[in-house]
């Protein structure tokens, strides 16, 4: 059984920084790419950034190129979400996610029906 859990979120000024980390269990996490998405208040869960298996590649939702960088530690089974010159329309609930099934070395799942398994969300908001 899959297991992910995310930590790290939290209250936080406009142009402040935070990093989110999601913790996986269950398999063996270097055969998988993993996500992350947010879902606002009121609005669908959307794609944020993902990250190949062993690192090689990532992708990143048009609106936090640049401010957001995802990375993963495979020893440590776990892949973060490091958020800079945050604003308040990044105010979420963040979620991590991962596939059902192994990916290629390069590949990145990148909308909500790649991923199979989520975790529990949490909370970031940001104050103007």
């Known amino acids: 059984q899959v297991q992910l859990v995310e930590s790290g979120g939290g209250l936080v000024q406009a142009g402040g920084s935070l990093r989110l980390s999601c913790a996986a269990s269950g398999r063996t996490f270097s055969s998988y790419a993993m996500g992350w998405f947010r879902q606002a208040s009121g609005k669908e869960r959307e794609f944020v950034a993902a990250?190949?298996?062993?690192?090689?590649?990532?992708y990143y939702a048009d609106s936090v190129k640049g401010r957001f960088t995802i990375s993963r530690d495979n020893a440590k089974n776990t892949v973060y979400l490091q958020m800079n010159s945050l604003k308040p329309e990044d105010t979420a609930i963040y979620y991590c996610?991962?596939?059902?099934?192994?990916?290629?070395?390069?590949?990145?799942?990148?909308?909500?029906?790649?991923?199979?398994?989520w975790g529990q969300g949490t909370q970031v908001t940001v104050s103007s």
């Open positions: 996610a991962a596939p059902a099934r192994t990916t290629a070395i390069w590949d990145i799942p990148k909308t909500k029906s790649d991923y199979a398994y």
């Open positions: 990250i190949s298996r062993i690192g090689l590649s990532t």
